[in-house]
């Protein structure tokens, strides 16, 4: 491993991939593109795989990042949401890049605000327990994620991050109606 990987960079990326991929999944299904969602997951899931110690799978994140390149642009226009999964593939096909320190072109932070943009450009208005918008919420699970990260670690970290996914997922379930 490149000394300069940035572990807990990396680890933030994939809880923001996955509080935010919950959204996207009821996306994708809606628009026939789970098929594509599939592997990006897979290959933040094998990111996490890495950093609770198992061997990284290269394969795993080739798929994940040709898909995570291109689902954006294969989302339908006319649907809403398209801003926000293109967002989100941007937030993987960086952290995806993250896990290949030699190849970084950018950070951490520039792989998240990707997915500040993405709660930005909600295409509704959302409510989240004492939150106004999902901008809002997703910033206030940036920082609880790297408290928690750094409090109790990576296993404390997955668990907030499939927690958080829950609030994702019923904002799109109800976005889609």
Not at 73 to 86: D, E, I, K, M
Not at 160 to 174: F, I
């Amino acid at each position: 491993m490149d000394e300069t990987f940035d572990a807990v960079g990396e680890a933030l990326c994939c809880a923001a991939a996955i509080r935010l991929g919950e959204a996207v999944q009821v996306l994708t299904e809606r628009s026939g593109l789970l098929d594509h969602y599939i592997p990006i997951m897979a290959g933040v899931e094998g990111i996490t795989a890495f950093l609770d110690g198992q061997e990284l799978d290269d394969d795993l994140l080739g798929s994940a990042f040709a898909e995570s390149w291109s689902l954006g642009a294969r989302y339908p226009t006319g649907l809403a949401g398209r801003a926000f999964v293109n967002d989100w593939s941007s937030l993987v096909f960086g952290t995806v890049g993250l896990s290949k320190a030699k190849q970084q072109n950018f950070g951490a932070a520039q792989a998240l605000d990707f997915a500040s943009q993405a709660a930005a450009a909600w295409p509704s208005a959302v409510r989240i327990g004492s939150f106004d918008s999902l901008a809002r919420f997703e910033l206030a699970c940036q920082q609880e994620a790297e408290d928690r990260l750094r409090k109790d670690g990576l296993p404390a970290l997955w668990k907030l991050a499939e927690v958080r996914s829950k609030q994702y997922r019923q904002a799109a379930e109800q976005l889609i109606g």
